[in-house]
């Protein structure tokens, strides 16, 4: 099971955390990622982390439409990985899908479980 939450209607500029908890998966389903799609858009992969593992295992990728703005990280204990989106922008509004995959990516034949997805609104 993947749930995503915490997703809301913001103004530019500001910041919000997105949550994800996977539960029930082999330990073969570690790679915990976000997509994002927003109306007529494709999905797009934005960032994804190893959820359980060393230090050395918690490497982050970001794709270069959020690097420098939005942040990865987990909570190994908890097998929950946040997502902390900052410097928020208008085209950051998107229903946000957390995934969980065996390698990672940024495409959707990288994940296997999705949660439901969460919106995510930027406006003015």
């Known amino acids: 099971q993947v749930v995503d939450s915490g997703g809301g209607s913001l103004q530019p500029g500001g910041s919000l955390r997105l949550s994800c908890t996977a539960s029930g998966l082999t330990l073969d389903y570690d790679v915990i990622g976000w997509l994002r799609q927003a109306p007529g858009k494709e999905r797009e992969g934005i960032s994804y982390?190893?959820?359980?593992?060393?230090?050395?295992?918690?490497?982050?990728h970001f794709a270069e439409s959020v690097k420098g703005r939005f942040a990865i990280s987990r909570d190994s204990a908890k097998n929950t990985v946040y997502l902390d989106m900052n410097s928020l922008k208008p085209e950051d509004s998107a229903v946000y899908y957390c995934?969980?995959?065996?390698?990672?990516?940024?495409?959707?034949?990288?994940?296997?479980?999705w949660g439901r997805g969460t919106q995510v609104t930027v406006s003015s």
């Open positions: 995934a969980v995959g065996p390698w990672g990516g940024f495409d959707d034949a990288d994940f296997d479980y």
């Open positions: 982390i190893k959820s359980t593992g060393g230090s050395s295992d918690g490497a982050a």
